[in-house]
């Protein structure tokens, strides 16, 4: 995999990079000033975890600036962003935004027991995320305000109350139980799956897909076994189980930029792909004039090519492959092969082979 | 590896995946006569059937497969198999027991033979079928039914080439040499085949030629994907081929480019056959046949040259109203040139049907018994009623053709048991034939679709697929092998053979028919062709494993067959010599005219196999040719004001149907075409002219007149 | 032992076996990643096939925004991982010879593969396997490339970007013009 940025100029990548390092770290110590209420309600326990999140949080803001450097990336997010400050672009992305990661449609039309899968797996890790991040950077913390009262401190803001044996406080305090579960559930899905499933599909090698399998299922096991541990064995290897668990999470925590769990962040670009396609206008084939494309893409993916010398163009005339059809595109490499003429009938030219394996304008070929 | 008689061939050194869970079935493709080697992927779990892996030691394809071959095994597991019998109820087809549908069937079969006599129940059979069954078909007409009304399919198919070499070389088999052979050619002249599309497979061997430097000639009307890559293509007006073929000879016989010696020494009839080809010079030839006086002169030059050669044909030369004498006269090319007996010198037929060659030589024709013996002939009569344990009387003489029985029927024939076959597209004046079905007394039908035909049986049987059972099929070379199937019969379908044996068993004739497998009934095969032309003797299972096929004749247990047909240049004929017949043109049976000024001809498309049955059923097949079209040369399109799209009225003077409009330069101004797989009201048949060939009884399919109407609405949902 | 796939176009006859028996590799889910198009329809009945051409700096991977498209040791540029592709088709744009395709329901990039499932265990991939006329064969690359049966094209000049390709196309023979689809002939009768 080729995780080095895009740019030719490296140096960019570094300053950039290290430009949104600094303005993230500088947001997560507010955030975590604000949230211990000037560092006032501090779990010592998380002190780990803590790390390993800022950690994670680095490398994140590293990945995400290498990815977003890269031209087709960043012309995608930025017509996305510029899309969205209309109203109608506003409501497609919002809507698109609950069918991909709110329902994961596309996952259904795939399969149905894929997408139970994932379901399983992605709103239990989600969850999972929201809850540990916001007890570890103390964005969210419990004071015993009563004896027998809990305030839950968001930012250092008390939001609500709620009695300590109430079923509400017994569903928060056991949140990553239950999300847990419902990650070990998918997971035992998606290896059941592998197991099973015969197809053997080259893009999915296997380390690539059954250790992060194995790790979520680690996590979420010594996690649900510190409950176990408390509620129904007095806290027997309470502290084990709890390096065991922290262990697996630190690891998580490093190895998410850069593993199967990268998809997450991707995810977020797919919400801007349906605005895109259809918002722009619409492009026809330069030679059969069949609409095939928006005319904004075609342009962005010219320019990304460009970037990396990668253009495709037909000489001597200010087409790109990219203005034909697929089709045409196979199409016109043969008629070439033969030596033929290729009637570009939208475009009102003729080319030619030039010699070289690609086309050219045919002299007097402009109608 | 291998055997020496597959040296040639163009297997590939690879094997094949076997998958975890699966098990592979080594058989052959069930759409026409190369019979592909393939293997299906079995689920051993369940037995069903999941897909298709190349067999790449298989000489004839190694592994390669046409559309047809890879999609083939989607027919297995296809929602629309017939899975229990049908009876007819209240004028519906409703679901029945197999009990009921036989009681049914026996007591029709002797109420009308106790009517009617005997002759009066038919049997149509087909030529897709295993040699084990066209065998038992014709074995159990003539002595479970008693009836001498029994002929098949193929009589649409092969029937003019089997005549047509019968006449010229006392032999029938479709290749007289391997196929192998077609690469040490110097010139391969191929007619009336659209070789590309209806044989895929062929082509390795034909580029194989012209690899080493071989010329092609292609005679087809239109530029087909094979008439694209020939050195000469001679797109003659349909159903001239014997002008064509006159103006060749006469062209090699006045350029001396003929074998004398060889026309001395192995044929008779040289004499004549110049005298009349003297008028055929090219102008003439170039005028009836309307293709210019230089590429015929070329083309003959090419021919007449060349050391060796092949001369190929199919349907394009049969179908014809004087189809045999065109046949005869493409023959006459290789025996005037002395091309014969040779790696690389032959003749050849492209067979059609899967089975196309081994339907036609144990006795489901008319006028034939097992082994290519002729029901008239006396000894043939004896012998045959000696294998079967009955009396030579109790044989019946010969029957009606295949066309000729649609025609008796409700007349001289009021029940029909139709087998492995759709006559009802496939045959010419598709509505007639409708009507006549419909005054059946009975109609029973078997097949695994519900066919066009099946859709107007009385009772239809549920059989099952080509996969689902064992035995041997003859392909387009004369080899016999060994085709293999899943131990299963889905539903409550039944093995057709099973089927026909239990029903002899319940009209008292069990005794014939005590078979237990197909390798049963091989053996019964194998001593009734004993002494025949097509004498599988020597042929055993075990054989046709360890050689991957063996070519008949195989007459003892020694043999392995003769491959190569004729290397000792002695014909079977008493004195040893071919015959070269002169045909005068006569030209087709029905003429354009003022009213119908155009000429139709019809013909296949890569995706679908004859009446489309099972291709049509399946997806991918169906998607890549949905409908049928008519092609039109842009010349003519725009004398009507057509352009390409539109929907199109064909007529002849039989009927029409609305087509959409092709316009393409590849056809003929003269001339339209329309391929032919589809029934009802996309049905060409409608049109086509049952004209039947004197000798052979095939319809004339490929000439008739039409006229071109365009219809100015669009013609709406067309689905085949 | 490096083979590749070699197109010798002026052999196709159109029947698209290859599309079909791409369908029926394990890996390729019933989905057909294979190619036959008409050349000039009307003219002639001139086809060919196109499988992927397996760049050697794959235009589709570059100009892919979430980089999902990567290449297997052997360079055999793959399918876009499925979790990472966001179905945005700048690939089926970017790509010169216009091979990806998006199923837009499932959201999902699917191209030819080479059929690693065979190809990993030395048997040829589907296309080359059933094409009944040897226009797709799996070939030894340095054979091909270094001693080809007649001219092919596997380096392409696109106005100064060269792109080399792992397959190979044979070219028609149009010096002596003997085979294929001639240009505005039609049938002379």
């Not at chain 2, 239109?222 to 159903?239: E, F, M, S, Y």
């Not at chain 2, 006459?332 to 030589?361: D, H, I, M, P, Y």
């Not at chain 2, 409608?686 to 039947?692: G, I, K, Q, R, V």
């Amino acid at each position: 995999m080729n995780f080095y940025p895009y740019e030719e100029d490296s140096l960019l990548f570094s300053k950039i990079s290290a430009r949104n390092v600094f303005i993230v770290l500088v947001i997560l110590f507010f955030s975590v000033y604000i949230g211990s209420e000037q560092f006032g309600y501090f779990d010592m326990a998380l002190y780990g975890y803590l790390w390993a999140t800022i950690l994670c949080f680095v490398l994140l803001t590293i990945r995400i600036t290498s990815w977003t450097l890269r031209p087709p990336t960043r012309r995608l997010w930025k017509q996305g962003i510029k899309m969205m400050f209309s109203a109608k672009g506003l409501a497609f992305v919002l809507k698109t935004l609950y069918t991909n990661i709110g329902e994961q449609k596309f996952i259904r039309k795939r399969s149905m027991y894929r997408w139970a899968q994932h379901m399983f797996i992605s709103w239990g890790v989600l969850f999972s995320f929201a809850i540990t991040f916001a007890l570890v950077l103390n964005w969210l913390h419990f004071e015993l305000v009563e004896p027998k009262t809990y305030a839950a401190v968001v930012f250092g803001i008390p939001l609500f109350r709620m009695g300590v044996d109430s079923p509400l406080a017994i569903a928060i305090y056991h949140g990553l139980n239950w999300t847990g579960i419902a990650t070990i559930i998918g997971c035992g899905m998606a290896l059941y799956r592998r197991v099973t499933d015969e197809k053997k599909l080259v893009e999915q090698s296997k380390e690539y897909d059954f250790f992060p399998l194995f790790l979520l299922i680690a996590i979420s096991i010594t996690g649900s076994l510190l409950t176990v541990s408390a509620l129904w064995m007095e806290g027997a290897f309470y502290l084990g189980i709890g390096l065991a668990h922290q262990v697996t999470v630190i690891i998580f925590l490093l190895y998410f930029p850069f593993s199967k769990f990268w998809h997450l962040p991707l995810r977020f670009l797919a919400v801007m792909v349906p605005v895109y396609h259809s918002m722009a206008e619409q492009k026809p084939c330069a030679r059969c004039g069949r609409e095939y494309a928006t005319v904004t893409q075609i342009k962005d993916v010219q320019l990304a090519l460009e970037k990396r010398h990668l253009s495709v163009p037909i000489e001597h005339t200010n087409l790109h492959f990219s203005d034909m059809c697929a089709e045409c595109r196979r199409v016109s490499h043969r008629l070439g092969g033969y030596g033929a003429k290729i009637e570009l009938g939208q475009a009102h030219l003729i080319l030619e082979p030039t010699g070289r394996n690609g086309l050219q304008l045919k002299k007097g070929g402009k109608q | 590896m291998g055997h020496a008689q597959n040296k040639d061939y163009s297997q590939r050194d690879y094997d094949a995946i076997l998958r975890d869970g699966e098990e592979l079935i080594s058989t052959h493709c069930c759409f026409c006569g190369m019979q592909c080697g393939m293997n299906i992927r079995v689920r051993k779990e369940d037995q069903s059937v999941v897909g298709v892996e190349p067999r790449y030691d298989f000489p004839m394809n190694g592994g390669r497969l046409c559309p047809k071959g890879v999609a083939a095994y989607r027919q297995a597991e296809h929602q629309e198999r017939i899975l229990h019998p049908l009876i007819r109820k209240n004028g519906k087809l409703e679901q029945a027991t197999w009990d009921e549908a036989m009681d049914l069937i026996v007591s029709k079969i002797q109420e009308i033979q106790g009517k009617y006599g005997k002759d009066a129940f038919g049997i149509y059979s087909g030529s897709s079928m295993t040699n084990e069954k066209c065998y038992l078909m014709g074995k159990f007409a003539r002595i479970g039914l008693g009836t001498k009304n029994i002929d098949y399919n193929g009589r649409y198919c092969m029937s003019s080439a089997s005549v047509g070499f019968n006449q010229s070389l006392g032999l029938d088999r479709g290749g007289t040499n391997p196929w192998s052979d077609i690469k040490f050619a110097d010139v391969l002249l191929i007619a009336g085949s659209n070789t590309a599309e209806c044989h895929p497979l062929s082509m390795p061997y034909i580029w194989g030629a012209r690899d080493r430097g071989a010329k092609l000639i292609v005679v087809d009307p239109r530029q087909t994907k094979t008439a694209l890559v020939a050195d000469v293509h001679l797109n003659i007006r349909p159903g001239t081929d014997v002008a064509l073929v006159n103006g060749l000879l006469h062209v090699m016989i006045k350029e001396d480019l003929i074998d004398k010696d060889f026309i001395t020494n192995h044929t008779t009839g040289f004499e004549e056959l110049k005298e009349l080809v003297h008028s055929y010079n090219p102008a003439y030839v170039s005028e009836i046949t309307g293709t210019a006086a230089d590429k015929i002169i070329t083309a003959a030059r090419i021919f007449g040259q060349a050391k060796n050669g092949f001369a190929m044909f199919a349907r394009g030369v049969e179908q014809h109203a004087t189809g045999t004498d065109a046949v005869s006269n493409y023959v006459n090319l290789c025996l005037v040139t002395g091309k014969f007996g040779r790696k690389g010198s032959g003749v050849a037929t492209f067979t059609g049907q899967g089975n196309g060659q081994g339907g036609r030589e144990h006795g489901q024709k008319t006028d034939q018994l097992p082994g290519f013996r002729k029901i008239t002939d006396p000894k043939a009569r004896e012998y045959i009623a000696g294998v079967w344990g009955v009396d030579e009387s109790e044989l019946p003489g010969p029957g009606l053709s295949a066309f000729e029985m649609l025609q008796s029927l409700g007349k001289e024939i009021k029940g029909l048991l139709l087998v492995c076959s759709n006559p009802i597209v496939s045959s010419p004046t598709v509505g007639d034939v409708g009507e006549y079905l419909k005054s059946l007394d009975f109609f029973v039908c078997m097949d695994f679709f519900l066919s066009e035909s099946a859709e107007l049986a009385d009772v239809v049987l549920p059989s099952t697929v080509w996969i689902e059972d064992n035995g041997t099929m003859t392909n387009v070379e004369g080899r016999v092998l060994r085709v293999k199937g899943v131990d299963r019969t889905p539903g409550e379908s039944k093995r057709d053979w099973k089927v026909i044996c239990d029903i002899a068993e319940r009209l008292g004739r069990g005794q014939y028919f005590q078979f237990n497998s197909p390798e049963d009934i091989f053996n019964e095969l194998r001593v009734a062709s004993k002494g025949g032309i097509a004498d599988y003797y020597g042929i055993t299972y075990e054989k046709l494993d360890k050689m991957q096929g063996v070519f008949w004749p195989c007459p003892t247990e020694e043999s392995e067959g003769m491959p190569r047909l004729f290397e000792d240049l002695t014909f079977n004929f008493p004195d040893g010599k071919a015959r070269i017949l002169a045909f005068e043109y006569k030209g087709p049976n029905e003429r354009t005219s003022k009213e119908y000024p155009i000429i139709l001809t019809t013909g296949r498309v890569v995706y679908h196999y004859l009446s489309g049955n099972q291709t049509r059923r399946i997806d991918t097949l169906r998607n890549f040719c949905p409908d049928p079209y008519v092609e039109i040369h842009p010349k003519l399109a725009e004398q009507y004001n057509i352009s390409n799209g539109e929907t199109v009225k064909v007529s002849s003077p039989r009927g029409s149907i609305e087509l959409v409009a092709k316009i393409t330069k590849i056809t003929r101004e003269d001339m339209v075409f329309v391929p032919y797989h589809w029934g009802k009201s996309l049905a060409i048949n409608h049109l086509t002219n049952p004209a039947l060939e004197p000798k052979s009884k095939i319809p004339e399919f490929k000439v008739c007149a039409v006229k071109l109407e365009k219809i100015a609405s669009s013609a709406g949902e067309m689905h085949g | 032992m490096d083979k590749v796939l070699y197109i010798d176009y002026e052999r196709c006859i159109g029947c698209r076996a290859c599309v079909i028996g791409c369908e029926e590799c394990s890996g390729h889910d019933h989905l057909s990643r294979m190619f036959v198009d008409e050349l000039n329809p009307g003219e002639t009945v001139a086809t060919s096939p196109t499988p992927c051409m397996h760049c050697v700096t794959p235009a589709c991977a570059e100009s892919c925004p979430v980089q999902a498209i990567s290449i297997a040791a052997d360079g055999t540029v793959l399918s876009a991982s499925m979790e990472k592709c966001i179905g945005c088709k700048n690939c089926t744009y970017a790509c010169p010879f216009g091979i990806p395709k998006v199923d837009d329901v499932k959201k999902v990039m699917y191209k030819c593969d080479m059929c690693y499932d065979r190809t990993s265990k030395g048997r040829p991939p589907m296309c080359a396997s059933v094409c009944p006329t040897d226009t797709i064969r799996f070939v030894d690359q340095s054979d091909l490339k270094n001693d080809p049966p007649k001219p092919v094209q596997f380096k392409w000049d696109f106005g100064g970007t060269i792109i080399e390709t792992r397959t190979v196309i044979g070219l028609p023979d149009t010096e002596e013009n003997r085979f294929g689809y001639r240009e505005g002939d039609g049938v002379q009768s």
